[in-house]
Each structure stands twice: as structure tokens, then as C-alpha cells.
């Protein structure tokens, strides 16, 4: 719809309203009422993805609310935010009233604001990029819930095109949480936060208050126990019995208050890596700044607990639970690691070796640390985020002018791992506090003031509205937003518009029901602006009251975000994002995260006949499997090659439609498993073998049972492991069974050569197949049930932390090379064992501040100027200066660390600047000893085809 709202008076009780801003850059702002409103609102926007930021915002009431977030298992489904107003919103009824808000894929970022109240957040899964802020109040949220049945029409009563994705784990069916990147904001108030699940980056903040952080980590069903024993850290027994329900990172900052992070383990035995920033294991990466407690509690099983640190800033308590567990402390890990996901690629590790050709040389067999690269693996699709100088950092300028050298403007690049089957848009969001940058100015948009006015319970009487101290006329309760062409003072935008201090053509005013939205334009279009005071008159009805909200800030900045576009002619080309400090935005906070996320269209299909469940052995738990026939040649495009090497495998499919009760299903894809066999000959042989194994002679007439037995015998097949079935003469159809599947090294091969009287004899891989990793909780229908192929349309992208210097809170800015500094005893002279590190002020000094570089009286560091003073002519350039090992105390340290600090120590400046901190890794001459040093801090690389 377009133009005014004014007439929809009636709007929250069963009225339908549908949006489309269509192409370029839409902002959609709805209010929520509340009490017993019933409403629906399609937010459908048709404009192409990447063809501006397209955003929603929903805003809720002051009373306690209770909003549930779902998208249904299609990509291109419906997702809504719904404001539950039963009165009892946990346990609705079907006929209890919803404020339901209807999105799909084209929006870029959504906001949901909860108001004050002690508002309630459930979250089973998302189609967009959101932040949801909590407001005031001791509000809650939950990230994926746990059910005791999948959600379909049948189980759960849930509409057909509201199926959502559900995964079986021991506890029951675990909703996705998350599928693109989130943010929550507690905001002021004692704040629980509880993550059952998130398939993408989820960011939460405490802000001000006590608040509680509980992250739980949940095993696959069929899952059993790997019987290692707790001292093996060998990692080879059993290391794939347990599954896990891996989630991608989940970042926390507890802000002010006493706050406290849990995190709880399942029934078998798990392993945890500790560390003084974050939790790894079981599925679960937890990284948290700003607390107060850590508790982590293994739950059931024998789990195992590697503590490699802990934060001096909080306390730390590790828990056992039941089961026979293991403490270990500064000791080793697991050699295949743990079960956690960073979003970065698989884990490729480097061992080192040292020998030596002199006999006793003290170099001999020493230990040489390792690197666990991060590898981006072109077998499944990838995005790679790759910082620049090994982290990001920027410093708040003067708002015109940006450089990369003062640090005013930092970036990132993007690439992907494989070149895509279709056109793939990343999108990139940054935070409040940071935009984007064209290589002009920011990409920004500067924000008219809204104010909300919600009349509640007021059927009779007048009110009045005072605007920086001039008050309108009375306006009757059920005053319209404007009455005409010309609204007339009896109108709410009339009245404020007759206001000196307001004026004609300066406000607007749209009306949903009770509620008056009043956007300051024109003159008073993008600038902070008094608050509206609204009064009750006298002859109001008793119950009655009224507010003003302000839910959008005027004169304060909303970044934009970015579509980079790769397809197979660019997907190798790192592009570039470039950022800066926003000095619009309502604050600049000291760290920020860009959120990304990327949208491609899926491949899809319809179910045919032959799909099924599998079980090879009903006496063995866990080998169960289920196939998938497709037809039209579904996944020709996406077979075992050279270029993709093991075709699917590794990609999600789900059931999306078509099918009630199967709807919702996801599997993962074990590889295609079906060859086609034509012979056409009347006489003659062929050779087949297996993968790199021997090769067979076979008759052009053998029999479908002969080829079967003789493929079951070659290496890498196996008997009980092939079925060959034959519906006409000289067309075979070859079936991998059990876990085997093709890929491009190991497929049949196949050589027609001495066939004799025919052409056209082959072998292929059948298009129309696959095989998924479990079997089928409701098995498809045939010809009705729709399947998605996640490709790229399932890779989740990783953000991206920034730390911030505001000139808010003035700090010394301190760069070091490649995001660490590393240094050796020895000789000074020798560049290898000093490095660098680039110093400045983020804000102009009242007089000249010196700063100065210690170690902090641990005497292992030197410096070519330990002390830098800066001007109000150069406090915005940086300083370079050399770091180095102290001279040689003859004291056997080996590999050891050191604080570096710099800092103001002038007295007329002391305590206005925030102090830098760091650690420098420090090498002894003392002992024999490798350095190993990675460019930037981290070693990255992308398996190229």
C-alpha cells in the first residue's frame, strides 16, 4: 500500500495490511499495540536483493511483551515476529489475538525494539540479520527451544506454511535458534539470555544490570558413548559417535553489573577447552568480555576439562556433574581437537621438526610449536573474511576527512572458497557506532525524529500536546491524524503544524488505531528535537492514559549496508569493505561486530518415487541412512568433477513444502551413490574397476548378478556393499550401499574399448540421487513433497570484531605489526628480534601529553624512545617506535610472555587518557628454541582448484 495510513483506524483488529517499498531502499516502521489487538502485516519487498538496505523495524509496548520469531523451512517461505497478546501468551490458544509481522529474504537488517516491561524473547529461527533490544526492564530471550515432537500440522497443530526446521537430539527436537547473524541487547535491567541453538554469529549484550548467560550444548539422537579412556588424548577412538548439535560462535559481553556466563554440557562425555576469553567443546564456541562469573558444568557423562587460562577479572568454576571426569591444567589437548565452530574453515595442523647434521647439537629433537591454520575448504562452499594487519581497529576522526594512515579507516576483505553455481551476495552490516566507506564519505543515512503517541482506554474527551513549551489546542480522543488535503487543527498533525516552534510542512503524522506516529520533517528533518508532552484534559474518561515513546532519534545516524556480488567470473577476488568511525551515531561504543550474512537462490526440487529409509543391519544402532530421488536431472549441474570433488556431500537438505507431515525434516548429504551402466554391443568386453583398485573384464551380456558379485570383490567396495539391478538388456544401474558414496577419485571406471557392434556405451553418475546421513523421521510423498538443497545458501559468514578508540573516551591508540608483538633476546642489531608498534592519541590534548612505554617494571622490554610526546599539531599521527628484549640477564626464562603498556604519565594530562595493555611473546637465548612466527598474527589459506 502507499500513502497515509490515517484511515486504518481499525488496524489491530483483524486488519491486513501488505508493504512493498519494491527497488531501492525501504524503511518499514511498525508499532505494536498490544491488550487484545489481532493484526497482520506482510512486509514483502520486491525489490532485488542488493539494490539498496531494505529495513524493519518493530517496535513494541511499555507493558510486558511476549514476542516468538519463526521462519519456515524454505528459503523463500514465510518468517514472521509475533507479539503474542493472549492472556496467556506461553501456553497460547489458536484463537488468542497475535500482532503477527510477516518478512521475507529481501531485507537486509531488522530491529525489534522491545519497550519497557519485562519483555520476553523466544526465538526459533530467523530469515534475516536482527538486533533485538531488550529496553528497559528485566527481560528474557531464548535462542532455539526444545520440542517434544516436530512442528507440523499434524504433531503440533501449526499452519502448513508455518512448518519450521527441527533437528531429533537426545533431549528432543531443537528448533535452529538463528540463521543469519543476531544481536541482542539486554538493555537496562536484570537480563537472562538462554542459547539452546544457533546456526549463526549471535551476539549478546548485558548492558547495564546483573544478567545471566546460559549456553547449552545438545547431542545428536543416535548419539552413544565413545568409551575413551579420560587420560587418550590420542583423539582416534570413537571420535564420531557422539554428534553434536554444532553452533556457530556465540559472543558475549556482560557490560555493567554483576553478570554471569553458564555453560552446561550434555549426557555423554564431553570434552572442553578452557581458555581466559571462551568455552569450546560439545558443539559450543562461547567467547565472552566484561563478566563476573564462569561456570562451566560438564552435565552427565565422563567429560574432560583442558584449562589453558583463566581471566583474573572473573571467577572461574568448573564442574564435573556426574560421571568419572577429568581436570587437566596447562597440559595437553585432544590430538583431534574438540567440536566447536568458528566459522573460519576446518583446522589444518603444522608440526615442525628439528634436526641437526652436528652430533649433540642442543637443537636435536627440541620441541617446535605447531600452528593450526585456519583452511578454507573448497569441497563445500565457503566465505572467508580476512582482516587486515591481523585484527581491526579504527580511530574516530573529525567526520570529513578519512585515511587509512592516521587509522580514521580500516577494512576487510571477502572471498569465497569455489567458484558458485549461482550469483552470491554477501551482505555486510556494520554496527552502531561504525559505517561504511565509499572512498568519499560514509554511507550513512541521518535520521528524522519519531515519536510514538499511544492513547490507552481513552474513548471520550481531550488531550492536548506540548511541543518545547507551546501547547496545542484540545484534540478530541479520537482526533485523526489529518482530516484533509490541509489537515485542519482538529487533526493531530494540524494542531502541531499550528504550533510557532513546529510550523506547516514540518511534521507528519500516520495513525494505527489509537496510535499516532509523528515524524519531524522539513525544517526539523534530520535534527534532534524536544519531546512531546502529551496531557490528558479534564473531561477524559476515568482508566484512561497516554504516551509518548521516542523510537527514532533525530539527528543520529543509521549505517547502510553493502551487497558485495561474487558469481564464477569473481568469486576468487578478495573484495574490499571500508569502514570508519560514524561520529552520527547515538554512541561509539569501544568494540563493535560487523554482521554478514549471504542470500542465494537454493536448488530445489520435487520428491520422487524411491525415496526411503535405509537400515543395512536392524541389529546395529546407527547405521541407519535414507536416499533421495529427485527427476528433471536435478543435481546434473552439482556431480563428483574435478572442480567439486565430492559433489553434495556436506550440503544440508531439507523438506520444505508440499508434504505436511514430512515438512521440516533436515539431513545432510552424504555424496551421490547411483552409476548408470549402458552397453550397447552384441558382442565383446568392458573393463570396470573401482575407484583406484584393479580392473575387471566383463562379458557385454553379463548377467545383473554377476557384475554385482564381481564389483562386491574389488578393494574399497566390499561385499554387502553393491547392488547391481538390470530392468532391460544392457542397462545396468550400480548402487553403493552402507556409508560408501562417489566422488571424483573414487567412482567406477569404465573402458568400452573391445566392445564390439554399437556406439554409445557409458558409464555416468545419475543426476537424479543422493544419499542423506539418517533415515527419514516421515518419509516424503512422492511427486508432492518439495526439497531445498542448501548450497551456498546454508554458508553462514564470519563477522567481523573491531575495537574502537571513540574521541569520547580519549585512549592512547597503540598499532602493533601484524595485530601482535613478538621479540627475541639477543642482539638488537638483528631485525628479526625487535618488531614494531605505531603509537597516537584518539582525541586533540589541552596541552603536550607524554606517553610513556613500560613493561611495567618487569624489566624484560626496551624501547628506542620509551617516552613520545605529542602536540595539538601531531597527537593524530602516529609514532613509531622499536620494541625490544631487555639486554640479557643470564636468567633461563625459554618462551615467555611480558606486558606492554603505554600511557600517559605527564601530570596535567594523567587519568584523561585510557591506558593500552598488551602482551609480547618473548624468546630466551638462554635455551635452544625455534620462533615461530605467522603473518598477522594467524595463518589463513583457501584450498584452491
Known sequence: MSGS??????????????????????????????????????????????????????????????????????????????????PTPLTPAATDPVERVNYNSNLESITVNGGNGDDQFYIDDTRSSITVNGGQGNDSF??????????????????????????????????????????????????????????????????????????????????????????????GAGADLIKY?????????????????????????????????????????????????????????????????????????????????????????????????????????????????????????????????????????????????????????????????????????????????????????????????????????????????????????????????????????????????????????????????????????????????????????????????????????????????????????????????????????????????????????????FLNAIAVTPLSGVVAAGTQSVDPNPNTAGDEYATLISSGHAFAGYLPSSSLPEGLRGASLKITAG??????????????????????????????????SATLTEAYNVTATALQNALAGLPGAGAGNVLVTSASAGHYVITLLGTLYLSNAQQFRFDGTLLVGGSGSSLTIDDNSLKLNQAWAVQPTPTKAIFEVGLYTDVKVPGVKVRIFPAAKPSVVVVESGGATNVAVGDPGVGTNNDDVKVRLSAAPASDVTVTLDDGGANLLAFDYPQLTFTASNWNIFQTVSVRAAADDQVVRGFHKSDLRARVTDLANSGRYADYTTTVSVADDNVPGVRVIETDGSTNVIEFT
Not at 548485558?206 to 545438545?218: C, Y
Open 142 to 235: 531464548q535462542v532455539g527451544q526444545l520440542y517434544r515432537s516436530r512442528r507440523t500440522p499434524t504433531l503440533a497443530g501449526i499452519a502448513p506454511e508455518d512448518v519450521f526446521a527441527t533437528i531429533d537430539t537426545t533431549q528432543g527436537w531443537l528448533s535452529n535458534g538463528v540463521s543469519f547473524p543476531m544481536t541482542i541487547n539486554g538493555g537496562i535491567g536484570d537480563d537472562s539470555f538462554i542459547v539452546f541453538h544457533n546456526l549463526d554469529t549471535l551476539n549478546l549484550n548485558g548492558d547495564a544490570g546483573n544478567d545471566n548467560f546460559l549456553v547449552q550444548a545438545f547431542a545428536l539422537a543416535g548419539s552413544q558413548e565413545d568409551h575413551r579412556a579420560l587420560t587418550d588424548l590420542s583423539g
Open 659 to 692: 508434504d505436511e507431515d514430512a515438512a521440516g525434516q533436515v539431513a545432510m548429504v552424504l555424496g551421490s551413490y547411483v552409476e548408470n551402466l549402458t552397453i550397447n554391443a552384441t558382442s565383446g568386453t568392458f573393463n570396470i574397476g573401482f575407484g583406484a
Open 245 to 593: 548439535a554444532v553452533n556457530a560462535p556465540v559472543n558475549i559481553d556482560g557490560g555493567d553489573g554483576f553478570d554471569t556466563v553458564v555453560v552446561i554440557g550434555t549426557e555423554f562425555n564431553d570434552d572442553f577447552v578452557i581458555t581466559p576469553n571462551g568455552v569450546f567443546g560439545a558443539g559450543l564456541s562461547v567467547n565472552f568480555v566484561h563478566i563476573e562469573a564462569l561456570d562451566v558444568d560438564g552435565g552427565a557423562g565422563n567429560d574432560r576439562f583442558f584449562i589453558l587460562g583463566t581471566n583474573p577479572n572473573w571467577t572461574t568454576t568448573v564442574t564435573g556433574g556426574l560421571g568419572s571426569d577429568l581436570f587437566s591444567v596447562q597440559g595437553p589437548t585432544p590430538g583431534n581437537g574438540v567440536i566447536s565452530k568458528d566459522l573460519l574453515g576446518h583446522s589444518g595442523i603444522i608440526t615442525h621438526g628439528v634436526e641437526s647434521s652436528i652430533i649433540g647439537s642442543i637443537y636435536s629433537g627440541i620441541n617446535v610449536q605447531g600452528i593450526s591454520a585456519h583452511v578454507g575448504d573448497n569441497d563445500t562452499p565457503g566465505v572467508v573474511v580476512i582482516p587486515t594487519d591481523g585484527s581491526n581497529q579504527v580511530v574516530q576522526g573529525n567526520g570529513t576527512t578519512f585515511s587509512e594512515t592516521d587509522q580514521t579507516l580500516d577494512k576487510f576483505y571477502v572471498v569465497l572458497t569455489r567458484a558458485p553455481e549461482v550469483a552470491v551476495n554477501v551482505t555486510v552490516t556494520p554496527p552502531p557506532g561504525l559505517a561504511l566507506y565509499n572512498g568519499s564519505v560514509l554511507l550513512r543515512a541521518i535520521n528524522s525524529e519519531t515519536q510514538v503517541l499511544k492513547l490507552r482506554n481513552l474513548f471520550a474527551g481531550h488531550f492536548t500536546l506540548t511541543f518545547d513549551g507551546a501547547t496545542t489546542g484540545a484534540l478530541a480522543f479520537d482526533a485523526p491524524a489529518c482530516d484533509g488535503v490541509t489537515c485542519s487543527t482538529a487533526s493531530v498533525q494540524g494542531a502541531l503544524e499550528a504550533l510557532f516552534n513546529v510550523g506547516g510542512g514540518n511534521v507528519h503524522v500516520e495513525q494505527t488505531g489509537a496510535v499516532y506516529t509523528i515524524t519531524f520533517k522539513g525544517a526539523l528533518a534530520h535534527v534532534n528535537v524536544a519531546q512531546l508532552v502529551v496531557t490528558l484534559q479534564g473531561d477524559a474518561n476515568s482508566h484512561a492514559s497516554a504516551t509518548v515513546q521516542t523510537t527514532v532519534l533525530g539527528g543520529v545516524s543509521t549505517p547502510t549496508a553493502t551487497t558485495l556480488a561474487f558469481n564464477s567470473a569473481n568469486w576468487w577476488m578478495p573484495q574490499p569493505v571500508v569502514f570508519g568511525v560514524d561520529d552520527k551515531a547515538a554512541t561509539v561504543p569501544t568494540s563493535a561486530d
Open 5 to 86: 495510513t490515517s484511515a486504518l483506524r481499525s488496524n489491530g483488529i483483524h486488519a491486513v495490511v501488505n508493504l512493498d517499498g519494491e527497488g531501492g531502499a525501504d524503511s518499514y516502521d511498525i508499532n505494536l499495540i498490544g491488550g487484545r489487538t489481532a493484526s497482520l502485516v506482510n512486509v514483502f519487498d520486491t525489490g532485488d536483493k542488493g539494490d539498496g538496505n531494505d529495513a524493519l523495524t518493530t517496535i513494541g509496548t511499555d507493558y510486558p511483551d511476549v514476542f516468538l520469531m519463526r521462519s519456515s523451512t524454505g528459503t523463500n517461505g514465510l518468517a514472521f515476529i509475533a507479539l503474542i497478546n493472549g
